[in-house]
């Protein structure tokens, strides 16, 4: 890769549950020299209030307080309360850097801003949730083209699965998924199921 290219690996856990497994999982050194190995210059880590203290511990173990481990940029925040967009389309390359990655929980509403920027995705279920409906549409649209998925046990492999996606994925939306001539969207199919009335 030509120098000061950036190549950016984003991970999410979403805002409503933690989930520190994926977090330490994308800190274990076999995910790291996956990223590295793919060419990776940034992981950046969207890991809620738990998941930096698995930040912190991961930097004292490694003995770094420093951001570059391995030759990767390691840094990290709690949440931004104007939504993850614009660490998406940065891993897209959307700043003059080459396309990276999403790892994802399988949360509906971070997986529909990924395929809506079209950036290539990771979708990691979190066991730890009651009736694990993200199991399920991890593996649907997997089976469909859309995600990766991935298994906290072997991240690692995920990330050479993504750069397979890169090339063969799925556009968002499906091409059959029809038009809404209201042009009301998501809103209006609402207002009409709640039935309010305009």
Known sequence: MPAGIEKLCFVTIGATASFDALIAAALSLPFLEALKA?????LLLQHGVEGGKVL?????ATSSSKENILG???SGFDFNKKGLVAEMKAAKGQDGGLEGVVISH???GSIL???RI???LIVVPNPALLDNHQEELAEELAAQGYVVHGK?????AAVWESEILRQTQNSWP??????DPTGRGLPGIMDDEMGFVD
């Open 38 to 42: 793919a060419g990776y210059t940034e």
């Open 56 to 60: 912190q511990a991961f930097k004292s």
């Open 72 to 74: 990767l940029r390691i």
């Open 106 to 108: 399988a949360g509906s």
């Open 113 to 115: 801003d990924a395929l």
């Open 118 to 120: 079209a950036v290539p």
């Open 152 to 156: 906290l046990n072997d991240l690692a």
């Open 174 to 179: 499906p091409p059959n998924s029809g038009h």
